[in-house]
């Protein structure tokens, strides 16, 4: 399997079962509807895990086009491979977003809030508030990367650090997921957003694309400081990188301050990710 089938298989699959959690527990007549927060936490905390069991010896189990560009950024991959990696990683989240529309393909005509059939796709902020939601998905990736980086650094038995990291996005899902939904993945959302712009979905609503962007550029910035930062205090190897990233990443919290709230796009329940 080259890296790029890799990629494009452990994202399909990461999104079969984290979208797939987030429609058993918010589409109607489902026998999981209601059953909460922990459940679609634990789904993408496991979904993360068996996704990359499944492909990290072909690709290394990126999953996720902020966790490449931040190993790009701080030296520890090709940037050669970025943008492959990055189309398999989109283009496996828009299959298997379509997977998980054709498993529920009776639920959707059960279920009659627009808002919840977009939130089994896409990430949407519980309170509107641009540079807060940018903050957070900041948050939640720059600890997504720097705990990938620390547990790598860790010796375990053989095979255990897929199981490991699962529970890392259990515990941001569960500590700071509440705020947008963790997208804390561009892939994640961005390619199931598109796939319900696509899809033939009963009764589904606009996919909320003022607030799309949010969940692309929150992860990318956050994902940077964490490697970045990874290696400054664990490794003692500051670049000039970092500085570039936080004047970056300051200046974009402070663009997204003077919109005033303007395209944060609505509150959608039940949604999540990685």
């Excluded at 989240?93 to 529309?101: K, L, Q, R």
């Excluded at 089994?120 to 519980?126: D, E, I, L, M």
């Excluded at 890392?168 to 963790?182: E, F, K, N, Q, R």
């Excluded at 205090?233 to 301050?257: E, N, P, Q, R, Y």
Aim: charge should be positive; charged fraction near 10%.
């Amino acid at each position: 399997m080259s890296p790029f089938l890799g990629e494009l298989v452990g994202t399909a699959l990461l999104i079969i079962f984290g979208a797939g959690v987030c429609a058993g527990v918010n589409l109607k007549k489902s026998y999981a509807a209601n059953s909460g927060w922990i459940v679609i936490t634990m789904g993408w905390g496991l979904a993360v895990a068996i996704a990359a069991y499944a492909v990290g010896q072909y690709s290394g189990a990126h999953l996720n086009p902020a966790l490449t560009v931040a190993l790009a950024i701080s030296g520890d991959f090709p940037w050669d491979d970025v943008l492959m990696y990055v189309i398999a990683q989109v283009l496996g989240a828009m299959i298997g977003a379509a997977v998980v529309y054709l498993h529920y393909w009776p639920h959707w005509k059960e279920t009659d809030d627009p808002s919840i059939k977009l939130g089994v796709f896409a990430t949407s902020p519980a309170v509107p508030n641009v540079s807060a939601n940018l903050l957070s998905e900041m948050i939640g990736t720059f600890v997504l990367v720097l705990g990938i980086l620390a547990i790598g650094a860790n010796r375990f038995a053989d095979g255990l650090n897929p199981f490991i990291v699962g529970f890392l996005i259990i515990a941001i899902g569960l500590s700071l997921g509440g705020t947008t939904g963790y997208a804390i993945n561009p892939a994640r959302d961005f390619g199931p957003r598109l796939a319900h712009f696509l899809l033939p979905i009963p009764g589904k609503g606009p996919s909320n694309w003022s607030y799309a962007w949010v969940p692309i550029i929150g992860p990318l910035l956050g994902g940077a400081l964490g490697s970045l930062v990874y290696k400054a205090l664990f490794l003692g190897k500051t670049s000039a990188a970092l500085w570039g990233v936080l004047i970056a990443a300051a200046a974009v919290l402070a663009g997204a301050g003077m919109m005033k709230g303007k395209g944060a796009g609505s509150a959608v329940a039940g949604r999540r990710s990685v």
